[in-house]
């Protein structure tokens, strides 16, 4: 069965420190693998999206890896901000007839000043 | 948002009454979807459609319709056979095929009195 596990289910960290939300998936045959941050009340905005082919991509502050050996993926966030605090997903799409998208449960991230 | 909009931001309504959530968009995408999100769940597809007069099941269609008349416009109907409808409901849109970047509307959340 397709699915996509996301640790921690939230994360309270300190304004400035650094942060790694992990991401295990076991989604076959693999497409991408995108990771999505959602503002409380809002929708999704997209991060990063990477292929088999690629193991690491960066937006800014934010650095995502991929292990398609291990099926693993994170997602670190360098000199956190208060902004960030948000719910990160992890959404795997499988290279099937319809791309299905499988959609991890998110971790919550709090920044406390 | 990336130029979809959902309304209302909030809705409710009392059991056994039909409502319709509105979704449009101005990116000129083929594809639209409608996902429900409820809290420590991931998002969970309700339909899509990647043409115009023309629209797929998900994986909890049950209680819901859709209708595609217009690119632009992919409204939502909760009908009073869906068991449990209060939840976070968010429109997306992508172009091309369902495996592509989908973009977000702000969400309608839609309690049940």
């Known amino acids: 069965k397709n699915q996509v596990e996301q640790s921690p289910q939230s994360l309270i960290i300190l304004e400035g420190k650094n942060c790694t939300l992990q991401?295990?998936?076991?989604?076959?045959?693999?497409?991408?693998l995108r990771w999505y941050k959602q503002d409380t009340g809002r929708g999704p905005v997209s991060l990063t999206i990477?292929?088999?082919s690629e193991n690491t991509k960066s937006n800014g502050r934010y650095t995502a890896t991929l292990d398609a050996d291990t099926k693993q993926s994170s997602l670190h966030i360098t000199a956190s901000q208060l902004s960030d605090s948000a719910s990160y997903i992890c959404v795997v799409s499988a290279e099937d007839s319809n791309y299905q998208l499988i959609w991890g449960a998110g971790t919550k991230l709090i920044i406390k000043p | 948002d990336g130029g979809i909009t959902q309304s209302p931001k909030y809705l409710f309504r009392k059991e056994g009454q039909n409502v319709t959530l509105s979704c449009e968009q101005n990116l000129n995408h083929d594809a639209m979807y409608w996902y429900r999100q409820d809290p420590g769940q991931g998002l969970r597809l309700i339909y899509y459609s990647q043409i115009v007069n023309d629209f797929q099941k998900g994986d909890i269609a049950e209680g819901y319709s859709v209708s595609r008349e217009k690119k632009e416009s992919f409204p939502l109907t909760v009908t009073s056979a869906q068991k449990n409808p209060t939840a976070f409901y968010l429109c997306a849109s992508s172009q091309g095929v369902i495996g592509n970047e989908q973009f977000f509307g702000p969400g309608t959340r839609l309690t049940v009195l």
């Open positions: 990477m292929t088999f």
């Open positions: 991401c295990n998936y076991t989604v076959s045959p693999f497409s991408n």
